[in-house]
Structure formats: C-alpha cells, structure tokens
C-alpha cells in the first residue's frame, strides 16, 4: 500500500458506516468453515485496497464482481470488515487475512480484537504499513520495532492466531556493516514466530531479488502481495517517489513471476493476494488480468 493508505481509510470507513450490508448470522461465523476446507493448491486471493473506491460506493456489487473472476479468498483492511464480512460469507469469499488499522497495528487494542478475528475465522492478522514519521533511522530503533512486533506475535499464538509483517521498500535500506534492516526484523523476532507478508512489487522496487528473499525466510512467509513493476520504474527506498504508471497487472511488467511463484510454493507460501495500488482503469478489470495470468501458472 503507498504512503496515503491511513488517510484513505478514514474516509472509507465513513464511507462504508452507511452502507447497506447483508445480515450476518447467528453462531459461528461461515468464514470459519471455508478457511478450513482449503485445499494444498494456491487459491489466489485479493486484498481489498485495490477496490477501495468502489467498496465504499458498492460493497455487494464490488464483491460479486471479484467472485465471479474467479477469486476465493480476501483480504480485508480492519475498519471494512462490519460490512465486507457478511457480503463475503454469503459470496462464499473466505477473509483469511487483515491489515491492521494504524493504532491496532501499534498495540493499542490489539488483544481485543483477537476474538473478532478469530469469529471470522481470519488468521493472518497483517501490520501493513509504518508511517514514514514512525521509521526507524538505525540498527536500536528497528530492534526495539522487532521486540514490539514480537510481544504482539505472542499475543496473536497464544489466540491460535499469526502476526505477519509487510514490506514496502524502506525495510531494505541497510545498516553501515550491510546487514538489511528486514533481517533485523525478522531475526528480533524469530522466537516469536512472526511471519513475514511480502510484497513482491516493493521489494523489486528497493532492488532486492523476491526470490532470494523467499528463500531465506522459507517457512516464515505467510503470504505475498502479488503485483508488477513497469520495466522502466527506477528502483530506491522511498515509496512515495513511485509514480502510478510503475505499478502494472500481475504478469505484464518486469518481475519474474514464474520464478517468484515457484520459490513461494517452495517456501511454503499458501496464500497469494493481488493488490494494485493504482491501476489506470477499472480496478476490478485489472483484478481479472492479473486472474487470467495467475490461472495459467498454477
């Protein structure tokens, strides 16, 4: 997600505060029931960020037009999940992941959101973004970020739940002796078990290799944000200086896609969500692009 995502979810959780949403019903959640009848295959997945405009003007109408591609598995920003949950049971859409809201992905309130995921059968729960204000500048400040995402890691297994981490492009500046800034997350908080989200797209944009990355953490990746980089778009560290146009539908720009795909099943990846930041059209038409390739390379 680029830099503007907290300010556009506060205007779509106003958004969808009004909207219309399909009655839940009582016990447990069907979600729940879908999760665990996923099979070994991928079950390509997309994260509703893509489709935020049309979410808060149309929730139904946007999701059956995700199901109908062919998508079965969502994932959802917190402050959506009251009205997406219940459209996406009856669409027999399973949320297996959420990207934490700004304060939650902080600690505050944390713990008791567990039980709601846990009713709607979510278990990947995804601190999604660090606002550059946040960013740790050196080695101290992103260990005491690791030993705090890893007392929230605890947490979330304790609630037989997973803490996952996404990248963008800053976690892959380095350290004076070379060491990169994601290793040291991820070494703070491999006792605890945290796993990494990683998006195939920023991590090309800072110049590392997805498929070495992969590798390394094999067993630790929980899922990937799958979407791909204009041949032309410069690499480098700052999010905010990527233009739209860098950012192109799964299999038509200059990742690997083939080699990315085959080292993340090797890793143990199950989960894939598509997420475009920007497209140049119908998001939900660049959604079925990115289907169309994805079905040809399972």
Request: no cysteine; net charge positive.
């Amino acid at each position: 997600m680029d830099v503007d995502r907290r300010a556009l979810l506060k205007g779509l959780a106003a958004g969808l505060a009004g909207a219309v949403a399909v009655p839940a019903r009582a016990g447990a959640h069907p979600l729940a029931a879908a999760r665990r009848q996923q099979d070994a295959a991928p079950r390509w997945g997309v994260q509703l960020y893509t489709v935020r405009s049309q979410i808060s003007a149309d929730p139904a109408g946007t999701l059956k037009r995700i199901a109908a591609i062919g998508y079965r598995e969502l994932e959802v920003m917190q402050a959506t999940l009251p009205v997406v949950a219940p459209i996406a049971a009856e669409l027999g859409l399973a949320i297996v992941s959420v990207h934490l809201d700004g304060p939650t992905a902080r600690g505050e309130g944390f713990e008791a959101f567990l039980p709601e995921a846990k009713r709607l059968g979510i278990r990947d729960l995804v601190v999604p973004f660090v606002a550059p204000a946040e960013r740790p500048a050196d080695r101290a400040g992103f260990e005491a970020m690791a030993a705090r995402l890893a007392a929230m890691a605890r947490t979330a297994s304790a609630a037989g739940l997973r803490l996952a981490y996404h990248n963008h492009a800053f976690e892959f500046g380095r350290d004076r002796d070379g060491t990169a800034w994601i290793d040291v997350l991820m070494k703070g908080t491999a006792d605890a078990r945290m796993l990494l989200q990683l998006d195939v797209f920023w991590a090309t944009v800072a110049g590392a290799d997805p498929v070495a990355v992969l590798r390394r953490y094999a067993g630790r990746v929980a899922s990937l944000h799958l979407k791909d980089k204009d041949p032309h778009a410069a690499t480098g560290l700052d999010e905010s200086a990527v233009p739209p146009a860098a950012f192109v539908e799964v299999g038509s720009g200059a990742i690997d896609f083939p080699a990315v795909l085959a080292a993340a099943r090797a890793a143990g990846v199950r989960h894939f969500f598509v997420e475009q930041d920007h497209t140049s059209g119908d998001p939900v038409a660049s959604l079925a692009k990115s289907y169309a390739y994805l079905s040809r390379s399972r």
